[in-house]
């Protein structure tokens, strides 16, 4: 079983920024990927970022150039630092973490509203 805890949600505006933190616990080594979703109100839950045990990353369309994922998987935590945030980021953010054995685990997660 792998925990993940997400911390780093708020109100901004447009415009500005937040940094997302998701801890994980448990049993780390089995952990492949690590991304970031998010869902909106009456929206489906969607990928926003991704990064692999090996350090590469994806993004979806919508944030490229402006969301950055980063950490170590094999260090516990990763992070989605967000930049110029628009009022349609506005959404839950949840942490995901994906096993070799296809096993898919997530955090409680976090709101993120951003102000026009």
């Known amino acids: 079983q792998v925990q993940l805890v997400e911390s780093g949600g708020g109100l901004v505006q447009a415009g500005g920024s937040l940094k997302l933190s998701c801890a994980a616990s448990g049993n780390i080594f089995s952990i492949i990927a690590m991304g970031w979703y998010r869902q909106a109100a009456g929206k489906q839950r969607e990928l926003v970022a991704l990064i692999t045990r090996t350090g590469r990353t994806d993004y979806a369309d919508p944030v490229k150039g402006r969301f950055t994922v980063s950490g170590d998987i094999a260090k516990n935590t990763v992070y989605l630092q967000m930049n110029s945030l628009k009022p349609e980021d506005t959404a839950i953010y949840y942490c995901?973490?994906?096993?070799?054995?296809?096993?898919?685990?997530w955090g409680q997660g976090t709101q993120v509203t951003v102000s026009s």
């Open positions: 995901n973490a994906g096993s070799w054995n296809n096993n898919n685990y």
